[in-house]
């Protein structure tokens, strides 16, 4: 299943790319694990799969130490800042930055850590009060702000769009990170490199790509359903 899964997602891809004339390699693939066995994950990992997202960190550490080393694994969802000291030295990029708290935290464990961490500021860019993320208005300041702190390096932005049936309603959301992002790539911000935009799911990546996504994250699309039990 799986291998048949991320065959149609990388055709997905490959026709995004070409419907917008990008190249397929700006786009990277991050197969969302959350709630899955490590045996799916190893199956995915042995398809070719190296990008892996989590949303928990207790989840992230117990499959970090099942699977191997070369994974980059991508922290996706909220993080508490008493958890931070447990992944700065395990995650490849921290997508859920949406604080100068959490920033603060983050820098904090990685000067302990000696260890530079590579994150993105989160932005809520569809205004939606049930998610997180900094808003549009305040998206700059923060990188402002966040980009004075020690060993934590901001690699650009993420947004979660809102659940539609239709992804062409999502399209103007992602247009808009896309517009923040070039605003901070004008602003010449020391310590900031507006290189990753992540943006885009099963439901919508297609229409992220075409608007400018680097990052997309799929996990029904490659993995199917999740369950959830008693979480
Ligand atoms: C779960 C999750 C995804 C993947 O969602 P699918 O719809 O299953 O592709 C992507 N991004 C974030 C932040 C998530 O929490």
């Not at 892996?52 to 992230?60: A, C, I, M, R, S």
Request: proline content about 2%; aromatic content about 6%; glycine content about 6%.
């Amino acid at each position: 299943m799986i291998r048949d899964n991320l065959q149609q997602v990388e055709e997905n891809i490959k026709s995004a790319c070409d419907r917008s004339g990008r190249s397929r390699e700006n786009v990277k693939l991050i197969a969302v694990s959350k709630t899955k066995p490590v045996e799916m994950l190893r199956e995915a990992y042995d398809l070719g799969c190296r990008d892996f997202g989590e949303n928990k960190v207790q989840e992230l550490m117990d499959k970090y130490d099942k699977l191997p080393g070369d994974i980059r694994w991508h922290m996706i969802g909220h993080l508490q800042r008493n958890k931070v000291k447990y992944i700065v030295d395990k995650v490849f990029l921290i997508h859920s930055v949406d604080s100068l708290r959490l920033a603060e935290e983050i820098s904090k464990e990685a000067v302990k850590k000696n260890v530079t961490v590579s994150i993105l500021v989160e932005v809520n860019v569809a205004g939606e009060e049930t998610k997180f993320g900094t808003t549009a208005k305040e998206a700059i300041s923060l990188v402002e702000e966040i980009a004075k702190l020690p060993n934590i390096m901001i690699k650009g932005l993420m947004t979660i769009a809102p659940y539609v049936e239709n992804s062409e309603e999502n399209r103007l959301y992602f247009a808009k990170l896309k517009q923040i992002y070039v605003d901070i790539i004008h602003k010449n911000i020391d310590n900031v490199f507006m290189e990753e935009l992540s943006m885009g799911m099963t439901g919508d990546y297609e229409v992220a790509i075409e608007e400018g996504a680097t990052y997309i994250r799929v996990g029904t699309g490659i993995f199917g359903e999740r369950q959830y039990h008693n979480v």
